[in-house]
């Protein structure tokens, strides 16, 4: 919601016709004939060719009556979608280390827009113990983004080997609302050959007690993971 401090602005908005505008077509105004309660929704992707991490641009507030006429301007700023990266089996956060400090060097991103979610003491564990990582990891860059006074309501996620996995059960089965694109890396969409192999410092369990192999939903086996395209907008 935007918020007006301007002394030259009527204190009584009774009599006065209100209508807003932005200084470029990025995202939209709502109620814009409200003199109070206009919010600014912001664009889907970030403007294109914008190399820098803010955007600004202008929403501004005419207003008149019989007797008086104005306006005043608020100063918006729009950042690109927040980075979710999260590691793979038998990895943890440090995956995304370099990934990380090459997006803030690249000065489109700034620090509390990247978070490397670290789930390094259940990365051998199955899906349904690791199902909840990624939706903590977007928690966390929502306040994050809140703290530094940027509100957002999706981010991106950048998933390699089960982390790709995670991400794409996190917009099947728990939130698909949240996440703007899912980019996987080395993920076995498909199963993987290697699934029998221990890792490291895996204790086996015992002979009798191992889950079946669809451990992650009743009545789902692996065929249950859509089509990257069907589970994210494009």
Sequence with gaps: ?????????????????????????LGHLEN???????????????????????H??????????EYNSGSASVD????????????????????FWELQRYLEQSGQYQSFQLFRADYEPTNCSYFRVNERVVQRGISILKRACAFNGY???KVDLVGHSMGGILSRLHVQYVDNTNVHKVIT??????????????????????KGTEPP????RPGQGRAALLPLHNAVPA
């Design 76 to 95: 918006i700023e729009i950042i690109r979608v927040p980075v979710l990266m999260v590691h793979g089996l038998n990895s943890d956060a440090m995956c």
């Design 213 to 216: 192999q669809n451990h992650h």
């Design 1 to 25: 919601m935007l918020d007006v401090v301007n002394s030259k602005i009527p204190s009584d908005e009774c009599g006065y016709e209100v209508h807003w505008s932005l200084s470029e077509e």
């Design 32 to 54: 814009t004939d409200s003199w109070t309660n206009i919010v600014y929704v912001a664009p889907d992707n970030y403007p294109d060719g914008e190399m820098n991490a803010v």
């Design 185 to 206: 890396l080395n993920t076995p969409h498909t199963g993987s050959p290697l699934r029998n192999i221990p890792c490291i410092g895996h204790k086996p369990r015992p």
């Design 151 to 153: 509100m957002i309501d």
């Design 56 to 65: 600004k641009i202008t929403a501004t507030m005419h207003y008149s009556s």
